[in-house]
């Protein structure tokens, strides 16, 4: 597998067609019954938008660096509004179409103690007529995209999937779909359908044995005119089935937290990841590896390349190779974490011969938020701070090292001699909640503390551990020699 690869993810071209809703969830605790009725009273005392539906796999595209649109129904209301503005915030290009005739999907969740107490769902289903909206609008805008990915949810908006898809097909886009019919021939001509076991056996799969599975599979293909079947088996991983090939994946997570939308994250990565120009056994293994992140994750969540990054060099035992997200890439993803609430934490250094103190920090400095994100001194900066003499490891061996370590998420190197070699240029891009440094610093010492409190922001020096650092290091090597 060329993991080089992964820095093609942005090449994606997608436009993702589908049921759109809005995911709301209401938050709050619950210590009585209601006397009017035996049910619990939730005292709400936090609101929460989530892009649903067709809108999550977009949004999972999005965080993964692919160029995605969404094309879908929603109603003229404050739902709708709402739903503009999420995709607006993940930068998903709108193709809405707006009916007045019918209210935006919602699915209104009550959440207490991290239980669903209720959803209340408020939809109607769309009609042809109304699919053939979508229909139209994707004849004006298919040129523009290099694959197309229709995502049912049996809400209405792709009753003319057929015809959608000969459009696509025509257009020699390549197709994909997460499909909801039982009829599984609505699909024909596409390229990939993404069905779960249930959805396989009510479309009438048979799942007695690996050969039925395979027998069975290979049956549907060939009569409903489809081009391979990623069979998702939940603990059992993942099958890709074609008339030539099977490629079983066992799942890759330890411990499920939530599989809450794990189904869109896997057909948007298999998507972004054949984009990127990746075999499809390759793009579904790491589409695999992505739904072993996201179902540890609480909630209809994503995963970004630098987590599949470090999974996959895990994965694959690769000590040669290391993924680095374009920097701009990188402030994005650090974006999109600001915006689910999370606490981004900054340190820096230069973390050439990385020992027990180092990883001692770095995980006392994650602990204070969410996310760390961690700027190494390139080169040429450690040359003019340390001397001729280092780094005795290479910039992209050492941010290789610290990407491996679980405290780190984000790795950016710097080291301007404008800014003498200092970090502050990059603190102010970062944006962090909180600056961490460790040593014996004063915080009127440390660079880009200044910026940090004055966007109100905290600023905290950590103590290193006492006789590891890598002068010592390398004092005792040479005593050795």
């Known amino acids: 597998m060329d993991l080089a690869l992964l820095k093609n993810l942005s090449h994606a071209k997608v436009l993702v067609v589908g049921d759109v809703m809005l995911d709301r969830y209401w938050h709050g605790d619950s210590g009585r019954i209601s006397p009017e009725a035996p049910v619990p009273v939730v005292k709400v005392n936090q609101l929460e938008d989530k892009a649903g539906g067709a809108a999550n796999v977009a949004k999972n595209i999005a965080h993964l660096d692919g160029k995605v649109s969404l094309l879908g129904i929603i109603g003229k209301d404050e739902c709708g509004d709402t739903l503009q503005r999420l995709l607006a915030n993940e930068k998903i290009a709108s193709e809405l179409v707006v009916q007045e005739s019918h209210p935006t999907i919602a699915k209104m969740r009550v959440i207490s103690r991290h239980q669903q107490v209720v959803r209340l769902d408020l939809e109607e289903n769309f009609t042809q007529e109304q699919s053939q909206l979508l229909l139209n609008r994707l004849a004006q805008i298919i040129d523009d995209y290099d694959f197309v990915l229709f995502s049912d949810y049996n809400k209405g908006s792709l009753t003319l999937i057929e015809p959608m898809i000969t459009l696509a097909k025509q257009a020699g886009k390549t197709v994909l779909v997460d499909p909801k019919s039982k009829d599984l021939s609505r699909y024909a001509g596409a390229d990939f359908i993404t069905p779960n076991l249930s959805e396989f056996k009510a479309a009438g799969g048979e799942v007695g044995s690996e050969e039925i599975i395979l027998a069975s599979a290979r049956n549907i293909i060939q009569n409903c005119g489809l081009g391979a079947i990623l069979l998702t088996r939940s603990e059992q991983g993942m099958s890709l089935i074609t008339l030539q090939d099977k490629f079983d994946f066992a799942a890759q997570v330890l411990e499920v937290s939530d599989v809450t939308g794990a189904g869109d994250t896997v057909i948007a990565t298999l998507t972004v990841m054949l984009a990127a120009g990746m075999a499809p056994k390759d793009a579904v293994e790491i589409a695999n590896l992505a739904a072993g992140l996201v179902v540890a994750k609480l909630g209809a969540a994503t995963v970004t390349p630098e987590e599949l990054g470090r999974k996959l060099s895990q994965y694959l035992l690769q000590t040669g190779e290391h993924y680095q997200a ?21 340190t820096n250094g230069c973390f050439d011969i990385l020992h027990a103190g180092h990883v001692r920090y770095l995980a006392q400095a994650k602990a204070m938020g969410d996310r760390l994100v961690v700027g190494l001194n390139n080169d040429e900066s450690i040359a003019r701070l340390k001397g001729a003499d280092r780094p005795i490891n290479p910039l992209d061996e050492r941010a290789m090292v610290l990407s491996a370590l679980k405290s780190v998420d984000w790795v950016i190197p710097f080291g301007d001699l404008a800014q003498n070699d200092t970090p502050a240029a990059l603190i102010e891009q970062v944006n962090p909640d909180i600056l961490v440094k460790g040593g014996d610093y004063t915080v009127e010492q440390i660079a ?14 950590l103590e290193f551990l006492n006789g590891c650092s890598t002068s010592n290091v390398i004092k005792k090597i040479k005593t050795q020699d």
Do not use: C, M, S
Request: net charge negative.
């Open 448 to 461: 880009g503390a200044d910026f940090v409190l004055a966007q109100g922001g905290k600023v905290a020096v």
């Open 326 to 346: 374009p920097f701009e890439d990188v402030l994005q993803h650090i974006e999109f974490a600001k915006r689910n609430g999370e606490t981004i934490v900054f």
